[in-house]
């Protein structure tokens, strides 16, 4: 039983000869000639991938990309304590991160597309999962490369370690200034670097390649603690930011949780819904369709959040104007409520309602995108048509109720008000902003 689990992880089973494996591996460091055009022209594919939000675009760059070469054989290198082999490895590494850098940035600058898109945020805040996917796809591509039979993994570990999506958001800070964006990627980059080169020497100590040199003892302890000092420097703020992704997610599913049976579960029609998870405090910002809640209300709901595992989280519960709204809602439920009349007259007044309410509702994703032509500060709108009633009359008046970043002052709000009228043929019109 011992020698069969012996040999079913017996990884010299298949191995390629220890000198030719190392001559590979120094042939694939260089970054001068072909390798330089196919890194660079890998840069501008990832780039591009990037900027339009195209995953299979990025993956395509990643196989293509010869980046793996220079950190497998500082792995190489470390296992096998040849320090000139080192020396090459992380010159030409140093070589093709900082052409990528150029290229990519160059790229971002001149693209009139400035976007941060996800796959491109996904990119800013490594964890520790990052490093987990560095080291276990570098043992992969190893093990790979010592094998005689080289086989499929290596295009996926390619995919998996992904090297070149971090160094073209790396361009992106550079190009327009976000160095938060560029410090989280070439983090990224550098955990997929290390944690490579780490699983590379894991590997080269297991398989027991021979030193190229003599080291003493003291010499060989340096490497060791060397190693161990890069791990931490690397796992420590991976976890922290790990452990910070964990409580972000944990908040958000509480809040969804408290809101639910707080206000949903209750009947409460939520209009806005706004969740910042801080370190030290976080906020719930909502603002419903019949805002009812008085200050004692507000308290008690706040005072509920420890329950949902809130701690140090502020309830803001906004106000707007739907008076209007509200006048309507229950005009339609009065309507459709009413049960001293025949079922074909309330089949017609049901009818009579469902054309009502297509007329007064508008198409308020076209008009946000043709609004945020003129205003893009403006996030969020709710547009429709209102019954008002007088004393002695009634009249028709559009509503819009809107959110937006930046306050608007009162001659963009009389210029908004006056395209609205014009873009909606009406007469009567009405503009509220959410606070």
């Not at 894991?202 to 190693?227: C, D, F, M, S, T």
């Amino acid at each position: 039983m011992k020698n069969f689990v012996s040999d079913l992880f017996n990884l010299h089973k298949g191995e390629e000869d220890k000198a030719t494996t190392l001559e590979q591996v120094k042939n694939n460091i260089s970054f001068s000639g072909a390798n330089l055009w196919i890194l660079a022209c890998a840069i501008l594919v990832a780039s591009v991938g990037l900027n339009v939000n195209s995953t299979a675009v990025i993956i395509g760059a990643m196989l293509i990309s010869p980046l793996m070469g220079p950190i497998v054989g500082s792995g190489f290198a470390l296992g096998v304590f040849d320090f000139n082999l080192l020396k090459k490895s992380l010159k030409n590494l140093l070589i093709a991160t900082l052409a990528s850098l150029i290229v990519s940035a160059l790229y971002f600058y001149i693209s009139p597309f400035k976007q941060a898109q996800s796959e491109l945020l996904s990119r800013t805040s490594p964890n520790i999962y990052d490093v987990l996917i560095a080291f276990f796809g570098g043992l992969v591509g190893v093990i790979a490369i010592t094998r005689v039979e080289k086989g499929n993994p290596i295009p996926g570990v390619a995919i998996a370690t992904a090297l070149m999506p971090p160094l073209c958001t790396a361009g992106f800070g550079l190009a327009t200034g976000n160095w938060k964006f560029f410090l989280g990627a070439m983090f990224l980059y550098s955990i997929n670097c290390v944690f490579i080169c780490i699983a590379t020497f894991a590997v080269v100590k297991y398989l027991k390649y021979p030193a190229v040199e003599y080291i003493n003892e003291k010499h060989r302890k340096q490497v060791q603690y060397g190693i161990t000092a890069i791990i931490l420097a690397m796992l420590i703020p991976s976890g922290y930011f790990a452990f910070s992704l964990y409580n972000e997610q944990k908040f958000r599913e509480s809040a969804d949780v408290f809101i639910s049976k707080e206000f949903l579960d209750k009947g409460k029609t939520l209009i806005f819904k706004n969740t910042k998870f801080g370190a030290k405090s976080s906020t719930i910002e909502l603002a419903f369709l019949n805002n009812e809640f008085t200050d004692n209300d507000k308290k008690v709901l706040s005072d509920k959040l420890p329950l949902y595992g809130m701690n140090n989280t502020n309830l803001i519960i906004r106000k707007n104007s739907t008076e209007n709204l509200e006048n309507f809602k229950n005009n339609i439920l009065n309507e459709i409520h009413k049960t001293d009349i025949i079922l074909d007259e309330k089949d017609k007044k049901i009818a009579d309602l469902e054309n009502l309410i297509k007329k007064n509702t508008f198409d308020n994703k076209q008009l946000l995108s043709e609004i945020n032509i003129l205003y893009p500060n403006i996030t969020e709108i709710a547009v429709s048509n209102q019954n008002i009633a007088t004393l002695d009359s009634s009249i028709t008046s559009t509503l819009m109720i809107y959110k937006a970043k930046k306050n608007l002052n009162t001659k963009e709000t009389e210029t908004l008000s006056s395209w609205l009228k014009k873009r909606l043929s009406c007469q009567q019109l009405q503009i509220s902003q959410i606070q």
